[in-house]
């Protein structure tokens, strides 16, 4: 089972590149249930989004900005969502007591990966390295049979 971090949403989302290319390669060769996205994630995004319509000066911006969270929510909608859960919040505050030192949401879905036990598919790989027991891969490169330690 497999956790798609933002990293790696974002881009199947663009659905073009040598990344994207690669990636859908991988993710062709399992079942579709067998990934995931997280709650975080969801968060992450729908922020970029209201940022943007934030700074939005024009009706076009305005526009633009609201289908994209359209698009969004279809997307999530149509996705297994893992829950930021109590079991994920304690492994966070143990990691935070011991000065894990990676952004505040990557260590969120690195959590949520943890406690089920899941593999995170991102590109991240230098930061989530730092998270004691996270099992990562990077799908984006030629050869990613395992990039966990």
Not at 30 to 52: C, K, M, N
Not at 87 to 112: G, P, S
Not at 132 to 149: N, R
């Amino acid at each position: 089972m497999f956790v798609l971090d933002t990293d790696h949403i974002s881009i199947l989302q663009k659905k073009a590149g040598d990344d994207w290319r690669r990636l859908r390669h991988r993710l062709d060769q399992y079942p579709r249930t067998d990934f995931f996205v997280t709650i975080v994630s969801f968060h992450e995004q729908v922020a970029g989004w209201q940022s943007l319509l934030g700074r939005a000066n024009s009706a076009a911006g305005i526009l633009h900005a609201y289908s994209m969270m359209e698009r969004l929510l279809a997307t999530f909608a149509g996705s297994q969502v893992l829950p930021f859960d109590a079991a994920a919040i304690q492994l966070f505050a143990d990691f935070r007591r011991h000065r894990v030192r990676i952004d505040t949401m990557d260590l969120r879905i690195a959590c949520t990966a943890i406690t089920r036990g899941m593999t995170l598919l991102t590109r991240i790989t230098v930061d989530f390295a730092r998270v004691p027991g996270l099992k990562f891969e990077d799908w984006t490169v030629e050869d990613a049979a395992s990039d966990s330690p």
